[in-house]
């Protein structure tokens, strides 16, 4: 191959990028590139091998045609397969109406027998249709009560849980020996199955109903108590407050909205590991917060936050104490009376009720002792006395002649200091 050689690529003066080589430089020849002598502006128009770069790794215009081509035809493709998958659209044909074929009666008067699943004319009585389904909820079963109960009806809807538990609840068995490994799976189980949001109010629901039950309130102090807990968690208002706290404030809030009010050291017993200044705290800024004030609108029934009196307390420490119906009415009257004239103005609603009990149960002659009357209250027996000494030196306002006259029992000579 005499007279052959290797020439180097060369770079043309008018091209900028190596990319743009000439092709003719770059494979083994003998001659010089035809187009070297060739001018920049004539090299542009007539080398083979010129491309215009207008963005790195560009696609060839043949490719993109290519290209879109074939998303148009995947995407003409993807249409005809969801219009042959999609499935016809039921409405209900108004025009047409159901009447019995034997009276033809229009309007129809056809009465659904779910007992028998058929559809029959109430007035003349023949069977229109048949197989109905009963789509009625199956509140009542009976069954024998020893066998397994056909009802497929789940327990009510309980706006309070609303998101908090929205998937299935496993509950893992205790009954592992006391090895606690079981008390551990149930801890991994509610770590996973909720977030720590919902985890939090979920056990301040616990805590909530546990303290419930052990002072004996009503379902609705419970539910008031544990919406209220809710609210207070979803709009962050206490970061950084106890929980017990917290909880102990809802719950003095929602027993004076149920109409069962409860002394401050009443709630305070029920909670441990907080001062009654916290808790005190927690109240108030409840009460700001959500605008409870004295005036405000309250369930039927409810208590509202007006100052817990004495009559409000009368009739549980009554029914402690064992007292007739007729004797708890009579210190209601009693204890309003005193309200109204202002007698022992400064005491505690406790106190002013415990005096209120000793004093009716003297002149009803149904004997109490202030150490009892105490247990009940929680109010010392020589505060009781001593309330019980100022109201015998106004006896004569408070024993008026509507209550002493309202029973052959009553002697108001039996209340002496």
Not at 342 to 357: H, K, N, Q, Y
Request: proline share 5%; glycine share 6%.
């Amino acid at each position: 191959m005499e007279g052959w050689k290797i020439r180097r690529p060369q770079i043309h003066s008018c091209i900028p990028l190596p990319s743009e080589l000439c092709g003719s430089c770059t494979v083994l020849t003998g001659e010089l590139c035809p187009w070297l002598p060739l001018t920049r502006q004539q090299q542009q128009q007539q080398h083979p091998s010129q491309r215009a770069v207008t963005q790195p790794y560009a696609v060839s215009a043949r490719y993109a045609a290519a290209r879109a081509e074939r998303a148009a035809q995947a995407a003409g493709a993807s249409a005809m397969l969801q219009a042959q998958n999609r499935k016809p659209t039921f409405t209900e044909a108004r025009d047409i109406r159901l009447i019995c074929p034997e009276c033809r009666e229009d309007p129809p008067d056809l009465v659904e027998a779910y007992s028998s699943g058929d559809l029959v004319c109430g007035s003349c009585g023949m069977v229109v249709g048949d197989r109905i389904v009963d789509t009625r909820s199956e509140w009542r079963t009976f069954a024998n009560e020893d066998g397994d109960d056909p009802s497929r009806v789940g327990q009510a809807t309980n706006p309070i849980l609303d998101g908090l538990t929205e998937s299935l609840e496993t509950r893992i068995s205790s009954s592992d020996g006391g090895s606690g490994l079981s008390f551990a799976l149930q801890r991994a189980t509610n770590r996973t199955a909720t977030s720590n949001a919902n985890r939090h109010i979920l056990e301040g629901f616990d805590a909530i109903q546990n303290k419930v039950e052990r002072m004996s309130l009503p379902r609705s102090a419970a539910e008031a108590a544990k919406q209220l807990f809710r609210r207070v968690q979803d709009e962050k208002i206490m970061r950084g407050r106890k929980t017990e706290a917290i909880i102990a404030a809802v719950l003095f809030v929602a027993c004076k909205q149920s109409g069962t009010p409860r002394t401050f050291p009443e709630i305070m017993s029920s909670v441990s590991g907080v001062t009654k200044r916290q808790v005190v705290d927690c109240f108030k800024e409840i009460q700001a917060t959500f605008e409870l004030g004295q005036s405000d609108a309250r369930p039927e029934g409810g208590a509202g936050l007006n100052i817990t009196s004495a009559v409000d307390l009368i009739n549980r420490f009554c029914n402690l104490l064992g007292l007739e119906r007729i004797v708890v009415r009579s210190t209601e009257e009693i204890a309003g009376v005193i309200r109204e004239k202002g007698f022992l103005d400064g005491r505690s609603p406790v106190t002013i009720a415990a005096a209120c009990i000793y004093l009716t149960t003297t002149i009803w002659g149904v004997h109490r002792s202030t150490k009892r009357i105490a247990e009940a209250t929680g109010v010392s027996p020589a505060t009781i006395k001593g309330s019980y000494r100022d109201l015998i030196k106004v006896k004569d306002q408070i024993l008026t002649p509507e209550i002493v006259n309202r029973s052959d029992r009553i002697d108001a000579s039996r209340a002496v200091a």
